[in-house]
């Protein structure tokens, strides 16, 4: 019986460990779903093996200046659900009277994914949605 438990546990730990594998690399931003529409973005989300950075731009107005995030730090994956921890919250939001620009460390974010071949998809707690495909050279 220990043995039995024990290869689940290597198992699911190998499993967890290599989805969080499939995600090491560069994503070029393709588009932000906000409340199911989505827009253009161009930027990249950077993976390693424990830590993530992410920039990117968009357009949400019809001013001179593109909205942007800025995100960084470490993250964890359990299943198909990643916790990004946000050592670095940047967001620029041009047309936003109340808060036109927002830096400070945020709170942890549990979000989901998915990936299918090259293109991943990150869902935020808000349903917003990042699309991706993985960055070539």
Known sequence: M?????LAVVLLVGC?????E?????????????????HPMQ?????????YSSNVRFRLGEGPIDD??????????????????????VHVRPE???QPVLSHEGAPEHSKFQRQGNRLTIVFPSGN????ERATE
Do not use: C, M
């Open 68 to 89: 942007a995030n800025g995100n960084a730090g470490p993250y964890h994956v359990n299943g198909n659900e990643i916790v990004f921890e946000q050592w670095v919250q």
């Open 22 to 38: 499939s995600l090491v690399g560069a994503w070029k931003a393709v588009s932000y779903e906000i409340a199911g529409v989505p």
């Open 43 to 51: 930027g990249l989300f950077l993976f390693t093996r424990h830590y």
């Open 16 to 20: 967890i460990g290599a989805q969080a």
């Open 96 to 98: 936003d009277t109340k």
């Open 2 to 6: 220990f043995r039995k438990n024990a």
């Open 129 to 132: 949605r990042f699309q991706l």
